[in-house]
């Protein structure tokens, strides 16, 4: 996110910003009471020693459990260990325990052969007197529909919303009852001071996530910058972290991720990067539905001395007339190659699941045109995952071979894309959803018109090329209000996101829900543009070109995994599994194909060869027994 240095700051954000004008080499003073009333949200209470766990979050993932309590400091001569104990048939029973890590006050607890049939009542203890109680859900795997809220840019700062409560989310959430909540990042945006903010998100939002899986994963201002390119680790020597890189100590980055990923499912590869960092990236299956969790910005590589800069800072391209192909550096990395690895492995990977999705801290495309005032346009933003161009079709073309949505945040705009590699709307969608409070504004607001638009659709939907000649399809934006009513959160396009998985239809429909509304209210609204529902199919939106044979699975199997193999490069074209006995697949050039049937993993598989697509009107029709 750029919370531009570069413009005239209000003076309400004036305490928010000074590190960052710092780090640009700009001092800014912040009004004293703006700056008390900040360092009041952010005061560590002291607690009585019966409420000194805060609040824990969880998943569970391929029978094991991880949970990490989140504990108030404690005092010498305190255990510096937590027991975890679930509810057996009346009675406490101890499952783990956890050794405190006085950095950052975290207890992680691991429980592998976890029964998940069935929801547990659970407690965590500390000392004689501190317990913390809540659900751990059993596995949906029975349920038609799962259901993902989402979250991201949780600013408490004062001037622009921050300070109201977020009772009317929590309520929300209680009537929606979903079964998955992902918090995409910025859950924390003072720069220095992560754990007191960190206390401060798990009292607003500790009542939903003590009962419910969570997925919360930092971003930029959450170890301590206003923008941020990994670069596989190394040290930045800017907050502003245009030149790759982290700039915060690196115990401190250390306790932000321990914080808020440790519960995650265990790293798909768990090497750490430069300087001896981790990584969470992973899987999560609930239900049905299997979700990669990624990190879009650890790997990305700084854009200073790499692209010509024009702008007055590195990341901003102000000029209209530039030429994007200038900026695609090929060897910049987006996703890395690690991560694409893991992507191209959970793409083929279908075991438990019947619907896939992406989760990451931001969108693959340039989504919004003015930054932080309505005079600020920006030609392309480096911040943004636009660009490199090459990573991120890199990104999307693995994405779509699972035919996988991509749920992320950042923006603090809420938009529904579709996202082209080759042509317009050949890959998936994204939702960005908006943020909890919004700090720094963003509008959608293009020059020209959208091509190839719905009949209903404003003139700034359709089909775009983003600053980086990336090719959008802009179906749905959430845009601020044009008053300047910064105490009201309804005209920053604040809120959150709902998306349903129907794993029976194949159906998506996305939500976008603004603050302060009661979502059963039958008077409330949507942002403009919201619901709109996709199919799984939607989300490889290639042009067809013809349909192999239909297979059919008669007896032995449900629902077989299908996966295509294009045998002129013996590349995996896509995989999926049908809801149905049988598929005659989509391909997209005409060819020879191969095409494996059945269940992966198991002796349930067949396996066809040299099968072409049909010419128009003709059908053919293989069947097979397991």
């Not at 002291?46 to 993932?61: K, M, N």
């Not at 690690?338 to 931001?362: H, I």
Request: glycine residues 8%; aromatic residues 10%; hydrophobic residues 35%.
């Amino acid at each position: 996110m750029n919370n531009s240095p570069y413009r005239t700051v209000s003076v309400l954000w004036a305490a928010v910003l000074v590190c960052t004008a710092a780090a640009f080499g700009q001092q800014r003073a912040a009004p004293q009471a703006a700056t008390q009333k900040q360092d009041d949200l952010l005061a560590i209470p002291q607690v009585t020693r019966d409420q000194v766990i805060c609040f824990a979050l969880y998943t569970v993932h391929d029978n094991t459990l991880k949970l990490n309590a989140q504990l108030y400091p404690l005092q010498d001569g305190e255990d510096r260990f937590c027991r975890l104990e679930i509810d057996r048939n009346g009675r406490w029973e101890q499952v783990a325990r956890g050794d405190v890590v006085e950095q950052g006050w975290t207890c992680l607890f691991r429980v592998e052969k976890w029964d998940s049939t069935r929801d547990w009542t659970y407690r965590v203890r500390h000392g004689a007197d501190a317990q913390y109680h809540g659900t751990i859900r059993r596995n949906p795997v029975d349920k038609e529909e799962i259901v993902v809220a989402a979250f991201t840019g949780n600013s408490i700062y004062p001037g622009h919303g921050g300070d109201i409560p977020r009772d009317d989310i929590v309520a929300n959430i209680k009537k929606i009852n979903p079964d998955l909540l992902f918090f995409s990042g910025d859950q924390v945006y003072d720069h220095f001071r992560h754990y007191a903010y960190w206390l401060k998100f798990g009292r607003d939002f500790g009542e939903i996530i003590r009962n419910t899986p969570t997925v919360t994963i930092p971003d930029d201002h959450d170890v301590g910058q206003a923008n941020l390119w990994g670069h596989g680790g190394r040290l930045s020597k800017t907050r502003a972290g245009h030149d790759g890189g982290y700039a915060a100590p690196l115990e401190y980055v250390k306790e932000v991720e321990r914080a808020q990923t440790s519960h995650l499912p265990d790293p798909y590869d768990p090497t750490p990067i430069e300087r001896g960092i981790g990584v969470y990236y992973t899987a999560l299956t609930i239900g049905r539905v299997n979700f990669a969790i990624i990190e879009d910005r650890k790997f990305k590589t700084g854009p200073e001395g790499l692209v010509p800069r024009q702008g007055p800072r590195p990341d901003h391209i102000l000029d209209p007339n530039y030429d994007p192909k200038t900026v695609d550096v090929p060897d910049a990395e987006l996703l890395g190659q690690r991560q694409l690895d893991f992507l191209d492995a959970w793409a083929q990977d279908w075991r438990d699941c019947d619907m896939k999705a992406v989760l990451s801290q931001t969108i693959f495309a340039g989504g919004a045109h003015l930054h932080g005032t309505r005079e600020n346009r920006l030609h392309a933003d480096l911040d943004s995952n636009g660009w490199p161009q090459t990573g991120r079709n890199k990104a999307l073309a693995i994405m779509r071979k699972a035919f996988a949505l991509h749920i992320a945040g950042d923006q603090h705009l809420a938009t529904i894309i579709h996202h082209g590699i080759d042509d317009w709307n050949d890959a998936c969608y994204s939702f960005c959803v908006p943020s909890i409070a919004n700090l720094y504004l963003r509008w959608w607001a293009p020059l020209e018109q959208g091509r190839n638009r719905e009949p209903w659709m404003p003139p700034y939907l359709g089909e775009f090329q983003d600053g980086f000649g990336n090719k959008v399809t802009m179906l749905a934006v959430a845009n601020p209000s044009p008053q300047e009513n910064h105490d009201k959160l309804t005209t920053r396009a604040a809120g959150f996101g709902v998306v349903r998985f129907n794993t029976k239809w194949r159906n998506i429909l996305i939500e976008c829900w603004p603050r302060n509304v009661d979502v059963y209210d039958p008077n409330a609204r949507q942002y403009p543009g919201w619901p709109r529902q996709i199919t799984q199919d939607d989300n490889y939106g290639k042009k067809v070109f013809g349909y192999l044979p239909t297979i059919q699975v008669v007896e032995g199997l449900d629902k077989p995994v299908f996966q295509i193999i294009d045998e002129s490069n013996n590349e995996i074209v896509y995989t999926f599994r049908t809801n149905s006995d049988g598929y005659g697949a989509k391909v997209f050039k005409d060819g020879s194909y191969t095409v494996k049937v059945g269940e992966p993993g198991t002796d349930k598989m067949r396996t066809w060869t040299s099968l072409r697509p049909l010419p128009p009107g003709k059908a053919l029709l293989i069947q097979t027994r397991f």
